[in-house]
C-alpha cells in the first residue's frame, strides 16, 4: 500500500482525501451520527496508504467533524453551535504558527530571487496558479492546496532546487491547517480568503515586475500578517478555555 504514495507528495494526497470526505460529509452524503467507511475501504477507494488516511481523518477530527471510537470506527458528528469557530485544536494552532515561522525567512528570500530569476514561463506558471486561487474562491472551495501550489511556483522560480525542497519536505503542512473563520461563516471564509488573494497579487505583481525589494517586502507582510492571525487565535482560544 506504501507503494501507492511513491511519485506523489504525501502531504497533498492527505489535502485530497480530507478535502473528498470532508465536501461528502458538508454535503449532506454522511449524517451525524453515520458511520464512515473502514480505514481499509478508504485506502482501496482513494488508492493511498493507511498512513494517509489517518492524517486526513486526523484534520477532520480536530475541525470537529468527526470522532474516532475505539474498536467501533470513524463517526461524523454534530457540530455543537456553542462552539461554533472554536473546535480549534490549540496544539495545531502552535504547530502552524511555527511552521509559519520557519517559512517566513525562507519565503522572503525566494521572493526577491524569483524576482530576478523568474524565467517567462515560470511567470506565467506563478500566474496561473494565482487564477486558480480567485476559482477556488468564486467557487466557494478551499484554496488550501492551490495556495501551496503557488507558493511552490514562486520557489521554482527562484532556479535554486533547494528553496523547492524545502517546501515540498513540509507537504501541505506548510499551508495553515487551523481555520481561522469557520466554514458556518460564509461571508466571512470569503473575505479572508480574497485577503490573502490580494496578499499573493502584491507578491506576483512585483515578481513579475522584477523588483526584488518589493517582492521581499510583499512576502514578508504576507506571512508576517499570518503570524499575527494566528497569534491572535492562539490568544483567544486560550482566553476560551482558561
Do not use: W
Not at 481523518?57 to 455543537?80: C, H, W
Not at 467557487?139 to 507558493?151: F, G, N, P, V, W
Amino acid at each position: 500500500m506504501q507503494g501507492k504514495d511513491r511519485g506523489r507528495g504525501s502531504g497533498s494526497l492527505v489535502s485530497r482525501v480530507g478535502e473528498s470526505l470532508r465536501q461528502a460529509i458538508l454535503s449532506g452524503q454522511y449524517a451525524a451520527g453515520d458511520k464512515l467507511p473502514s480505514e481499509h475501504e478508504l485506502t482501496e477507494t482513494h488508492s493511498v496508504s493507511r498512513t494517509v488516511v489517518r492524517e486526513a481523518v486526523a484534520a477532520l477530527r480536530s475541525d470537529g467533524l468527526v470522532e474516532v471510537r475505539q474498536g467501533a470506527g470513524i463517526f461524523v458528528i454534530s457540530p455543537d453551535p456553542a462552539l461554533s469557530g472554536r473546535k480549534v485544536d490549540k496544539a495545531r494552532v502552535a504547530s502552524d504558527l511555527e511552521v509559519l515561522e520557519i517559512r517566513t525567512p525562507v519565503e522572503i528570500e525566494a521572493a526577491g530571487l524569483a524576482a530576478l530569476r523568474r524565467s517567462p514561463a515560470q511567470e506565467e506558471a506563478i500566474f496561473e496558479c494565482h487564477r486558480k486561487i480567485l476559482h477556488c474562491i468564486e467557487t466557494d472551495q478551499s484554496i488550501r492546496e492551490a495556495d501551496l501550489e503557488l507558493h511552490v511556483a514562486i520557489a521554482e522560480a527562484t532556479n535554486n532546487p533547494l528553496f523547492r525542497h524545502f517546501l515540498e519536505s513540509q507537504g501541505s503542512a506548510i499551508i495553515p491547517q487551523s481555520r481561522l473563520v469557520p466554514e458556518t461563516r460564509t461571508a466571512e471564509q470569503t473575505a479572508y480568503r480574497k485577503l490573502i488573494h490580494r496578499e499573493h497579487e502584491a507578491i506576483i505583481v512585483a515578481i513579475s515586475d522584477r523588483d526584488d525589494q518589493a517582492a521581499r517586502n510583499a512576502m514578508r507582510e504576507h506571512l508576517v500578517g499570518s503570524q499575527t492571525r494566528y497569534r491572535n487565535l492562539l490568544k483567544d482560544l486560550r482566553s476560551f478555555t482558561s
